[in-house]
Every structure is written in C-alpha cells, then in structure tokens.
C-alpha cells in the first residue's frame, strides 16, 4: 500500500483535526456525558443562579473532603437536594419544555425537592429513636420524595431505570403474590416508602454517600485537569510516543483513550471526546472506517478499567466487596494493562495486515517538548497513590489532588484564569456530576427494596439452582445478564444491580467476594461493544460514518479481554495478588500470550494470512493459556512459538514467492 497516500496529511486536514479536537476539549464534551439535552439560557439571571448553586455544591463538597463530612443525613441530603434542584433547572420535561428557561413546574419542583431534602435531614435522628412509627406527613413527603428521585432520573438519563425502579416497589408491595422462590411476605405502603426516604438504607443509602463523598470530587478533579491543559497532554504524548510505528494512530489512540477514560468514566464519552480526532487521523492512516471506530469503542470501552479513578465503579465495589479502596486500584491495574496490551495487539496486526505505516515525525509531537509542557499533570495521580496506600480516604486523596493541579495551574502563566474562569470550571464540573448523581435516588430505590425482603438471597438461590451450581454457567448467566440491562443502564447502574443480585450467587459457588465484584464489573461494560446493541461502538460509525453493525463486531473482536477477565478472576487467584509472586508472574504472562494468540485467531494473520488449520491451532493455544494450570500454559505457548516458527519459515517466504509470481505474471501482461 503506498505509504504517502495516507500518511500525507494536508495541511488544510491537519488543522481541522485540530480545530475538531480543541473544540470538542474545550466544551468538555458535554453532548457525550449525558448533557446534550440540558437547557441553555436566554436569561442572564437564570445563568448566574444556577451558576451559583452549581459552585456552592462544588465547593461545598470540596471541603467536606477536607475537613470531615457532618453526620449522614446532612451530607447525604445536601448532596441529593443540590441534584434534584440543579437536575429540574437544567433538564426539561418533555421535547416540548422550553429549551432556554426552566417552567413554573420547574421551579416548583426544585423548591420542593429542597423541602423534602431538608424535611429527611431535620427528622434523620428523631426516626431513629421511634423506628416505623411515622406521620401521615412524613409518609406524605416520603411519596414525594421518591417520585421526585425517579423524574430527575427519567429526565437525566431515560425511562429504563425509573420503570425497573417502580418494579421492585411493587414487588416490595405484592411479595406473597409472586410465584416460586422470589415470593416473600410483603410490607405495607408506609413501612416501604418510609425506608426508602426517611433512612440511609434507600435513597440516602451507600450509593448516594458513595457519590456525594468520592465520586463527585473526582469529577471535579476530572474538570479541573482537562480545564487547565491536561486532556491535551495525555493526548500528544501517546502520539508521540507510538505515532511513527506501524498502525501509529491507531495504537496512540488506544493510549489516549486509556488514559482520558479513566477520567471521563463513560465509554460513550471517551469516544465522542478522542474519537473526533483519532479516527479521521486512523482513517487517513489507512485503516477501514469500521476498524477505526472499532478501535477507538474497545480502547474507550477500557478506560473506564484504568486506575486510579475507574469511574465511578472503583469506590462502589470497595464498599460493596468491604475492602480498602487501594486493594481494588492495585488488583485492577494488573487486568488493565493486559486488557490495552491485548487491543494494542490487534491493532498491529491489522497494520501489518493490511501493511499501513505510521506518521511521519514533522506530523507529531516532540516527546521531550510535550513531556517538559506538561510533566506537572501527573502529580495528581501520584498523589492519589501514594495517599491511598498510605491508608488515606479516597476523599482526601482526591481533595490534595484537586489542590495540586489548581496550585500548578493558577501559577503557570500560560493556564492561569480569573474569577469567572474558575465559576465556569465549577459549574461545569458540577453539571457533569448529573449524570451519575441523577440516579442516585433510583439506585437507592433498588437497593432499599432488596434489603427490605431479602431479594439478593432469592436471586442468588435462582441463580445458582439455573445453573446447576456449575461455576462456568453461572459466570455466563452474569455475562448475559449485565448485557441485556446495559442496553438501558450506564454501567454503573448495571454494575450495582448485578452486585446486589448476582455477587452473592457467585460468592456462594466459592468465589471470593472482591473476585464476584470485579466479574460483574467487566461484564457490565460490554453492552458498549458487543452487538447488536453497542453504543460506544454506534458512537464511533457516527463519527468514522461507518456501518454500525460492521463496526459493533470489529469492536466485540478488539474488546476480547473484557470476556476473558472475568474467568481469571474466577479461576486464577493470582488475578487478585492471592498469591507467591513467581505464581503472580507466570500466571499474568500465560494469560498475555493466550490474549495475543486469541488476536491471532480473530484477525487471521500472525506473520503471514494464515490457513483456517493455522487458526484452530491459535485457538486451541488460547486456550491452554487461560487455564489455570502451569503444564497447560506450556503446552500453549509451545503451540504459540511452534505456529510462529511455522509462519516465520514457511508461510512467510512462501507468501512472498506467491507475490512476485503474481506481479511477474501482471507486468509479462
């Protein structure tokens, strides 16, 4: 293929991507994060208020994490009544709301929520001492409350999670009537509404702290980096890292997505934000449309694995499994790198394939140029680790992190804001977190019901019964399960409801319990790339205009890790440092080349296009890899270097022979 086809960007082209990838960076992506529908407004005053409200909740949180969060109710209740108020401002009812100014009902209803707010946060302790003993108003206002919770939802985020939400309630109600084993005595109106709002085991429950306490100052974090320059940064270096080798773009992109999708905690994001840049660029490289927004869905599809921040899912599966939240950054750092390595992989392949090269230097970044700009970006996340393995909150880390990267930014000259540049970075930072605050009342809602009649209990049982107590089954039962609620969930809802539902079928079966979470939490990211309904994916043919079912599979093939992980952590206790360090090693390096010859058989070339014998063999080698059986891994890797010796000897020189008679045969005619 000629090289100076693709690889000759104009300078008309280059400046557009550019123009692309600056301005998608400086709107904070808002139309990928769940904000595309939320209101502008024509009214100065209207723009200053909610301005106002969104910097007081930042700020407010902010320094909660510094100097101690009050009591529950307070911290909880502020969190929620700041979202239901900012959610009714922002979002519209219907299509046909207006678009530049909230409604009467909106105004309403934001009044509303902060009485109710209040109304939990004053009566907290006095419910406390007199238990399920409540008021006609308190069970009034507990009505409210939650229908409040489930319309901000609704609005925010679609109908999926507020129907589901209204389903439990009902179970709650109408227990004795459901049939079989999920059956169970049933509680009356008062007693469920009353938990689900007037306590902290619903809608105030573990979620909404864990949001209110940890996820939103990463969120804010997360704003702070990329409004002082740090979203650029993490873009060049990759590219100057990998951009002149082979498939350069399209390994830079991987990179890029890895580390801007830790930070945005939304494949959908991560693809919006990256992908407008680097799939025109993978394109112009000579990579298939449909190969490029795979790519670049798979890789933005990883980011949400990637340490420190993982999300949001990172906090919830620490207080979920009951362990330090530094246990889970360290055991998943592991499963990610394997994770990028394996699309890392595949992405050479297709280069080598279908022989593209990569950029020339004048088209990249200098290395030592990009790295002396913006070296000063990676000291929050050094701060975050060395913090949390030094026995700190996750809070804490992240306020000193927060603190860090403003210091260094107010100080650098060239990133410096004034006053309204800082409102504006807090508003935004503030209306980001709407995404995930909007359905802290509903997941509540959900968690509530479940501790309320024992449901968790009741689906395990089914879970392990339907699967004939047979682990790999189950496993798949899981896998299934998180696809088909991630076509109307975010992760994070997927990944909570299958915590509460299915982790305690897996822990019954003998897996250990941080092991259970870690499953659930890799199965619920692949409904973003994983036919027939991939958004991440769809996202990517949107922007490479691309065949979107085409570009689903191609996504599916290069996400592979994310259906294999799950197994180790099942399978290989050396996935969750459970063991020697040699043990930890061997076991980490099997599982790398069983990902690099499962690449080989989903691709169809290793040194050379191979024969379909040649795939089974790479196949088979996969497999041995992943078993958790040192003599296995053997055997494996001897297919694995046997079938490259093979190609290296016999194919290869073979393939070239092939060629020059065919390029004989077409110059003789």
């Known amino acids: 293929m000629n090289q100076d086809n693709h690889n000759n960007l104009s300078e008309e082209e280059q400046l557009r991507i550019d123009r692309l990838a600056e301005e998608k960076l400086e709107q904070g992506s808002e139309e990928a994060i769940g904000l595309h529908n939320h209101r502008s407004f024509d009214s100065k005053i209207i723009t200053n208020i909610v301005s106002f409200i969104c910097v007081v909740f930042a700020l407010t949180f902010i320094y909660f994490a510094y100097w101690g969060y009050p009591n529950p109710q307070i911290s909880r209740g502020a969190y929620l009544g700041f979202i239901l108020v900012l959610c009714f401002l922002l979002f519209p009812a219907t299509k046909n709301s207006p678009k530049n100014k909230p409604s009467i009902i909106d105004w309403i209803l934001a009044a509303v929520s902060v009485y109710c707010c209040v109304f939990f946060i004053y009566v907290y302790e006095d419910i406390m001492f007199r238990g399920a003993d409540v008021t006609a108003l308190e069970i009034i206002i507990s009505v409210v409350g939650i229908l409040l919770c489930l319309e901000v939802t609704r609005r925010v985020v679609g109908n999926f999670m507020p129907v589901l939400a209204i389903l439990f309630l009902l179970y709650a109600y109408f227990g004795p009537y459901v049939p079989g084993m999920l059956a169970h005595r049933g509680y009356d109106f008062a007693r469920i509404v009353s938990q689900q709002w007037l306590t902290i085991y619903g809608i105030f429950g573990v979620v909404t702290a864990i949001f209110a306490n940890f996820v939103f100052l990463f969120i ?31 390994k830079a992109a991987v990179l890029v ?14 693809v919006s934000t990256t992908g407008t840049f680097t799939i025109p660029l ?20 990883g980011g949400q694995m990637v340490p420190p921040i993982m999300g949001a899912a990172a906090f919830l599966i620490a207080e979920f499994a009951n362990v330090p939240y530094a246990t889970v950054v360290l055991v998943s750092i592991g499963p990610a790198i394997l994770y990028f390595a394996s699309v890392l992989w595949m992405v050479h392949l297709e280069a080598v394939k279908e022989g593209l090269e990569g ?32 026995g700190y909150s996750p809070g804490l880390a992240a306020f000193w992190a927060i603190v860090s990267i403003f210091g260094i930014g107010m100080i650098n000259p060239q990133t410096r804001m004034n006053y309204y540049g800082i409102v504006e970075m807090l508003t935004l930072a503030s209306k980001r977190s709407l995404l995930i605050g909007s359905m802290a009342g509903s997941i509540g809602v959900l968690i509530g019901v479940v501790q309320l009649t024992g449901l968790g209990l009741r689906a395990s049982e089914f879970i392990v019964d339907l699967s004939a107590g047979i682990l790999p089954l189950a496993i798949i039962m899981v896998g299934v399960a998180s696809y088909i609620l991630g076509m109307g969930l975010t992760v994070t809802s997927s990944y909570v409801i299958l915590a509460i539902l299915a982790v305690p079928a897996l822990t019954e079966l003998g897996i250990a319990a941080l092991a259970a979470h870690l499953i659930v939490f890799w199965f619920s990211q692949d409904a973003n790339v994983t036919p027939p309904v991939c958004l991440a994916a769809y996202t990517g043919a949107g922007i490479a205009g691309a065949n979107p079912m085409q570009t689903g599979w191609q996504s599916f093939m290069f996400a592979r890790g994310l259906y294999v992980m799950p197994f180790m952590f099942a399978y290989v206790p050396a996935f969750l440092l459970d063991a020697p360090v040699y043990d930890i090693v061997l076991n980490y390096l099997a599982v790398l080349f069983g990902l690099l010859a499962m690449g080989i058989f989903f691709r169809g070339f290793f040194v050379t296009r191979m024969f379909w014998w040649e795939r089974i063999i790479a196949a088979v080698s996969a497999f041995l890899l992943f078993t958790p059986c040192h003599y296995q891994d053997l055997i494996g890797l001897a297919l694995f270097v046997g079938l490259f010796i093979f190609e290296r000897k016999v194919s290869l020189p073979k393939a070239i022979q092939d060629k020059e008679q065919t390029a004989a045969i077409t110059e003789s005619q």
């Open 220 to 250: 804010i974090l997360g704003t702070i980096l990329e409004r002082f320059g740090a979203a650029r940064f993490f873009i060049e270096l990759p590219y100057s890292l990998v951009g002149r080798s082979r498939g350069g773009p399209a």
């Open 257 to 270: 997505s890895g580390f801007i999708g830790s930070i945005s905690g939304s494949a959908v994001a991560n």
């Open 282 to 301: 993978m394109k112009r490289t000579g990579y298939k449309p449909y190969v490029a927004a795979g790519v670049e869905a798979a890789a933005s599809t």
């Open 359 to 390: 950029l020339r230097k004048d088209q990249l970044p200098d290395l030592k140029v990009t790295f002396k700009k913006g070296w000063f970006y990676i000291i929050p996340f050094v701060i975050i680790f060395v913090l949390l393995f030094e």
